[in-house]
């Protein structure tokens, strides 16, 4: 049988992955016992289990359904490795007593998925029907029929939706110190949030910026006691507290922000070269509206097993976890999800795929 299979060049940019396709014709076939795991529906490729995210939750799925002999495949989306990869430094994932990386962490979960036969592409899903199996998902180069479908999308940092902010992302504001720190080398820079990631990331931004100014709507906050800790101690570090940004000011890049204490009402012009912006996510799930059911915050509804009301249909990790949104809480909802996604396959499917 023939099957198309699209090899990617790629290279990572701001985080985001910009990809080359390559179109490749081979005659393989992958089986497991006496029926075909991946099979070729005219322009489809017809798999198994099919895995939307590559961060912690989707390459532990794909560990899993891999070591299941599932020929599990990987949608990659535009961020390879998720959010956790753009996190210069994890420090509570069990088994690395120093910290690791968060790129060094996703290309390790990569790299045992597809030791055991997990395959990735990379990809984006565009759109879904989950009316009936095969699940039809549309993607940007090809287009998939899956048996099972394990939803691992993530989720996406949330904006201030204040004007001048899209007009200057990319020119002095930004969601992400790994990915942008070093273009503020001895400059001035305000963070905003409270919790943990606006603190880790601010003691980041502190190898290169002159200044990393901390502002919070809050006079506490919600990031851990150790993280507080090590930036209320940091020499570069500054705090305003009880205070909003209001208004992004600058014509071809940032120039200040307009700040306003929530108390008083006063509001002040405050002079910064770059500005990061850490105040939360929101799940990655408005191609599923409509099909599955979900929170009034977009989170996908999962029971204990990771089901959706979709039998067939999983989700795990940030795209259905409104509460404890961990690289370790995620990964195991990922394994979860395939265990789940295993045993049914188990017991819906007792006879050969066979091409529609």
Known sequence: MQIFTIVSIYRLEHGKIHAKHIVWTTERILKRGNYQVMSSNGNAKHVKVLVLGSGPTGYSAALYAARAELAPVVLTGMQLGGQAALT????????FP???GGAQLGELFQRQAEHFGAV???????SVDLSQRPFRVTADSNEYLAETLIVGTGASPNHLD???EVELTGRGVSYCATCDGWFFKDKKVVVVGGGDSALEEGLFITRYASSVTIVHRREEFRASPILQKRAREHPKMNFILNTVVTEVIGTDKLEAVRLKNVITGEETIYETDGLFIFIGHTPNTEMFKGQLEMSE???????????TNVPGVFAAGEAADPHFRQVVTSAGMGAAAAIQATRFLEATESSPVTST
């Open 120 to 126: 990735t592409e990379f990809e984006s899903a565009n």
């Open 162 to 164: 204040i004007p001048g």
């Open 297 to 307: 915050l977009g989170y996908i509804k999962v029971n204990e097993r990771m089901e």
């Open 88 to 95: 210069y430094t994890i420090e509570n994932y069990p088994g």
């Open 98 to 100: 120093e910290g690791v």
